[in-house]
């Protein structure tokens, strides 16, 4: 796709951070806009900004783990816009805690968000994308740990490598049938947004890496955190532009990359023993 001009995006996520940034950024290049989050007060306000740089904008609460709710909200998003062309599977929260000390509950909680809401939000929209007979996209985003695991990250690393698998399959499928509709895989290293302010984390992690605090913890990762939400947004909407495979985020994203891939399996002592060092 070469140009967002006229063109319907829906995204979930929007009221924060990178979904916030992806809003303002398409409605910069004249793409009307279908927003959704739980989060009403947030979503409200992205919503004015982009109406203020001239484009059409409804927006919607919506659950990405409800399928239900993904789904009217897709068929709300054609009757009001009349199209859609991309969707935006952005939505994700965090969740730190061992394996043995996550509940059950805690792992379905993050599993809804950050995979199912992706699997909902790409079933209920590929149809209409290909049905609006033009150019089309799917942009999910996983994480640079859906490329490489760390310890008190189960949850996240499965929903993120879910994420990643479902992608590739489906950008494999695409290339094959050949249309006007294509996918993306996104992996951001450290944006600096919400999400860790928002993960839920227990105290298992502060006993694992003998770390002060979680919150400690929480905020030596956020200073480690190199790109702006902005920058981030630029970035997908560049690689959805280029049409790639693979999009990942910022010089951190790079090296765990190049990481995993030069030590694809001992890279785990690595990350083990830098979060030995963190908790110090
Ligand atoms: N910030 C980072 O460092 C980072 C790194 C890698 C990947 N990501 C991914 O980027 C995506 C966006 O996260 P962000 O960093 O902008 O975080 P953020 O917390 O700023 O924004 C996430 C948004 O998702 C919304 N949300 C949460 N649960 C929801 C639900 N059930 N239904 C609908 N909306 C819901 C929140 O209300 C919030 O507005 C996530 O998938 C996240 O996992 C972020």
Not at 24 to 40: G, K, M, N, R, Y
Not at 70 to 84: I, L, S, T
Not at 181 to 193: E, Y
Request: proline fraction near 2%; glycine fraction near 10%.
């Amino acid at each position: 796709m070469k140009t967002f001009q006229h063109k319907v995006a829906a995204i979930t996520g929007a009221a924060s951070g990178i979904g916030q940034a992806l809003a303002l950024e398409l409605a910069q290049q004249q793409c009307d806009l279908a927003l959704s989050d739980v989060d009403e007060a947030g979503l409200a306000a992205t919503a004015q900004q982009a109406r203020a740089l001239g484009v059409e904008v409804t927006s919607s609460k919506v659950n990405v783990a409800e399928r239900e709710a993904v789904h009217a909200w897709a068929a709300q998003v054609v009757q009001d816009h009349g199209k859609v062309n991309l969707i935006f599977n952005n939505a994700g929260v965090a969740l730190g805690g061992t394996v043995e000390d996550t509940d059950y509950e805690d792992y379905e909680w993050i599993l809804g968000i950050n995979l199912w809401g992706v699997v909902y939000g790409t079933k209920a929209f590929l149809p209409l994308i290909k049905a609006s007979g033009e150019e089309g996209h799917v942009i999910n985003v996983s994480s640079v740990f859906g490329l490489f695991s760390q310890p008190t990250q189960s949850g996240y690393n499965m929903s993120k490598f879910a994420v990643r698998g479902f992608t590739e399959s489906l950008r494999q499928e695409l290339d094959l049938a050949g249309g006007k509709v294509s996918c993306t895989c996104v992996h951001p290293g450290g944006i600096k947004t919400n999400i860790a302010r928002n993960a839920r984390m227990n105290r298992s992690v502060e006993n694992l890496t003998g770390s002060a605090s979680a919150e400690k913890m929480r905020s030596q990762f956020e200073a480690l955190f190199m790109t702006t939400a902005q920058q981030a947004a630029r970035v997908i909407l560049a690689g959805v532009k280029a049409d790639k495979r693979r999009v990942l985020i910022g010089p951190d994203a790079r090296v765990l990359d190049l990481l995993q891939r030069s030590l694809p399996v001992s890279y785990q002592r690595l990350v083990a023993g830098t979060f030995k060092l963190a908790g110090r």
